[in-house]
């Protein structure tokens, strides 16, 4: 068991970014953490071409090109793209046309990708974590594939905890889903408010009584202020009020705002909505969402002192 005082890491919506997740498995030394949570979308969401041109290389990237002399710069250029969300793919011209032809072999080549870089992950924190009182757990967001799940599950170091009750303190138990309630994209991870609701019932069934309760669940709670996004008009573009100014509504659970204010857990962890970044109190209940600013590779989180069962303060972080 953790000692009675300790205190949280959380991030959530990292999508890829190399040098985030650094960052997140850095954050236990830099910032004294016993416990590191990652609250879903880990994954990115596009592959870069750099062909292969007679020993060079080039590439096209925000709209400018690049072109790259040799190894040493094709590396650098590659974590680059990494740290940025992006996955990096060596190929000829020749193939990614092939490859942009085939729907199903393109995302075939996206998942083994993905898959690689969530496997290099879980290796580099295996290193910088092992024989550390440091305990690290992480969850799939609803944007992220299920084909993640065989990788984030291989390790005794990083703990998927999706759909699990543990303990993280003697009278403190957490459970943790990374679902979202049903989204535009329709992702593979978005649920029902029906379904969500009974997995969250699912998970309290196990919890013991008297326990202290920590949420940790991808999608915040409904018209909570740290779920609003931009409203969206029938062409998925953000619709502008007087003045400009982009609309936003509440997009997060109403599952879980009620599962919130029927159980009152002592600290509510989120994510799922990267321009929310606050916090909201429902009821006793203490939510976070630290919000993402992944693309510029800055990594937003938020750092809990619980003691005694009681979160005794909070702060936000970002570097």
């Known amino acids: 068991m953790a000692p009675s005082k300790f205190r949280i ?5 990292i999508h890829g970014s190399e040098i985030c997740f650094r960052k997140f498995i ?6 004294k953490a016993q416990i590191l949570i990652l609250g879903g979308d880990m994954t990115g969401k596009f592959l870069v071409p750099i062909f292969e041109r007679g020993g060079a290389y080039e590439a096209r990237f925000m709209n400018e090109r690049h072109v790259i002399n040799n190894t040493d710069e094709l590396e650098k250029f590659m974590q680059m793209l990494r740290d940025q969300g992006y996955y990096p793919y060596v190929t000829t011209a020749e193939g990614w046309s092939d490859l942009c032809g085939n729907d199903a072999r393109m995302s075939s080549v996206f998942t083994e990708v993905m898959r690689e870089s969530v496997e290099r992950w879980i290796r580099l924190a295996e290193s910088r974590l092992k024989g550390k009182d440091v305990r690290c757990y992480v969850i799939p967001g609803n944007d992220d594939s299920h084909v993640i799940d065989e990788v984030l599950d291989s390790s005794d170091v990083v703990l998927n905890v999706n759909e699990k009750v543990i303990y993280i ?3 403190v138990q957490m459970i943790s889903l990374g679902y979202a309630n049903m989204t535009p994209w329709n992702c593979p991870r978005d ?3 029906e379904e969500l609701e009974k997995k969250i019932s699912e998970l309290m069934r196990k919890i013991e009584e008297g326990s202290s309760l920590i949420f940790n669940i991808h999608v915040p709670p409904y018209d909570s202020g740290i779920d609003l996004a931009p409203e969206l008009d029938e062409n998925m573009r953000p619709k502008l009020g007087p003045g400009g100014q982009v609309i936003l509504m509440p997009v997060g659970s109403k599952a879980v705002r009620e599962a919130i204010e029927a159980y009152q857990p002592i600290l509510s962890l989120h994510g799922h909505v990267h321009e929310a970044k606050g916090f909201a109190k429902i009821g006793r209940s203490l939510c976070l969402n630290p919000g993402s600013e992944y693309l510029e590779g800055i990594l937003r989180g938020v750092l809990v002192q619980v003691d005694n069962k009681k979160v005794r303060d909070f702060i936000f972080t970002s570097g």
């Open 9 to 13: 890491f959380f991030v959530s919506d």
């Open 191 to 193: 649920l029902t408010e």
């Open 169 to 171: 303190d003697e009278g």
């Open 26 to 31: 850095n954050a236990a030394d830099f910032y």
